[in-house]
């Protein structure tokens, strides 16, 4: 029996119990390799294989070398997205969401900014209107004289002082509508200005004085009946300066009068002479003379919200005549003056301005042509259209948009110059240039 027992721990030696490598890592990272075949059967929850038979070696190897990549991956997308996120934060005030997802997907949603919206340090210029005067002009001046003509041979003679060379008026009123007579009107050295031979009540007429500040004189005489007459005497208004004036309340009183105003631009460009609030009845006849008398441009028959629209150069002095038409009344006399040019010195802009009479044009200049830019319309009144047009430094159009309203825009490339022109309604427009 004992040499049984030693054969059996012979075969026990000769035959060594079969040991394979198990790697498992552990928390800290060690790697063991201690487990027999007898040992191998686990669960599979316990990550380990059961290869009892089989050797797996290699297999083992090849999954910790797996495990490691994954790892090494995993730390270096963390690693990158620490540091974007640390960067953008120093440089950016965009922020980023950044989300790691259970399957190791990366996604990032950045919050960008509009560009459309106008940046804090973006000019933002707000033209205001120029601040001119609202005048009110004196009521023209006449003197009453009251008589009696008996006979053909009886004439009343009057004298009178006139202190404007210009337009006058005789006209006879409150008088019997059967009686009739002759006006001659002298001037001081006896040349005859005026000849009628029958004037009647509500007739008025008129005579031009060259010489003022000299004694003139009239001669009423019989034409048809005698009786008793009343005449009034209506003087010439004095010139009114209105270069600095936005409108000024005035009237016409009589037959044939003529209101003149001074006017000198303070700048070059285009000018508007508008009448408003005239009685549906009455009109008026308009003209422009330069300094040196020469008519530049003339209406007939100008009644309510309707006038001239004329070129003036700076500093010249112009002459504005109102001439009586149709019947008489109060008007006002509205007049739209040139803007000054606005040079925009940096792009992008916005500008907000307005438009305040018909015809009217404002001005714009960059320092050099644009390389690239749009123009967009906004904060108009729904009722208002602009025409745009660009120019290039040679004065050639570039770009004209005829009827622009809210929230057009304009392809601006190559100007150096933008009109913004009335082209229905007025008020205030904004305009952003990028």
Known sequence: ????????????????????????????????????????SVSAKDNTVSNID???????????????????????????VATRLLSKNHSDPVSDTVTVSATEEITTEESVPDTEAPSATEPNIVIQDEQLDVLTAEKATYKDYSGTIDSSNESDSYTFTPSITGTYCLEFFETQADLSFSLVVYDSLGTELLKRYTVSNGNPVNFYVENANTEHKFVIGEDSGSGKYNLRLWFKKAKVDISKAAMINDSIEFSGQVNNYSFVPARSGYYRFEFREVYADCSFELAIYDHLGEKKKERGAVGNEDGITIKLNANEEYKISVRQGEDTGPYEFHIGHQTETMELKVVPVTVTDSITFKDQSNYYEFSDELKSGTLTITSMNAD????????????????????????????IEGAIRIEIAYSSGFGQYTFRIQ
């Open 1 to 40: 029996m004992l040499d049984n027992q030693q054969n059996n721990n012979r075969a026990e030696e000769s035959n060594p119990p079969n040991i394979t490598d198990s790697v498992q890592i552990t928390d800290t990272g060690i790697i063991t390799d201690n487990t027999t075949n007898d040992e191998r």
């Open 54 to 80: 089989t050797p797996v070696k290699h297999s083992n190897y090849f999954k910790v070398f797996t495990v490691l990549v994954i790892v090494i991956v995993l730390v270096a997308i963390v690693s990158s």
């Open 384 to 411: 208002t259209s602009l025409e745009i047009i660009a120019y290039d430094h040679l004065g050639a159009e570039v770009k004209h948009h005829y009827s622009a309203t809210n929230g057009d825009s304009v392809d």
